[in-house]
Nanobody
Framework: QVQLVESGGGLVQAGGSLRLSCAAS????????MAWFRQAPGKQREFVARISGSGSITSHADSVKGRFTISRDNAKNMVYLQMNSLKPEDTATYYCAAATNSSSNFNYWGQGTQVTVSS
């Protein structure tokens, strides 16, 4: 069972950047599809970005496309979310998630890291 730990959240002004990191414990990490989700207070959790096991295929939500980039380093068991041009509406708790393959649900979740963007 893969364990996920996020880091890198914080307070940033609008227009600024943050890089979130997610460390995974699983030795077969490269076989997992990984994703970032976020949840703002009073709102449902929403998809942000996902990446295939090899890292060759990525997708991003329309709301972050062109500003956020998901990547991974399988040698380090890490997934990243580079967030640029941050907006106040990006304020949320960001969660790292893992799925065993492209068609399975994301069943493994981290505890989240808070991102706050001030205007």
């Amino acid at each position: 069972q893969v364990q996920l730990v996020e880091s890198g959240g914080g307070l940033v002004q609008a227009g600024g950047s943050l890089r979130l990191s997610c460390a995974a414990s699983e030795r077969t990490f490269s076989t997992y599809h990984m994703a970032w989700f976020r949840q703002a207070p009073g709102k449902q959790r929403e998809f942000v970005a996902r990446i295939s096991g090899s890292g060759s295929i990525t997708s991003h939500a329309d709301s972050v496309k062109g500003r956020f980039t998901i990547s991974r380093d399988n040698a380090k068991n890490m997934v990243y979310l580079q967030m640029n041009s941050l907006k106040p509406e990006d304020t949320a708790t960001y969660y790292c998630a893992a799925a065993t393959n492209s068609s399975s649900n994301f069943n493994y979740w981290g505890q989240g890291t808070q991102v706050t963007v001030s205007s």
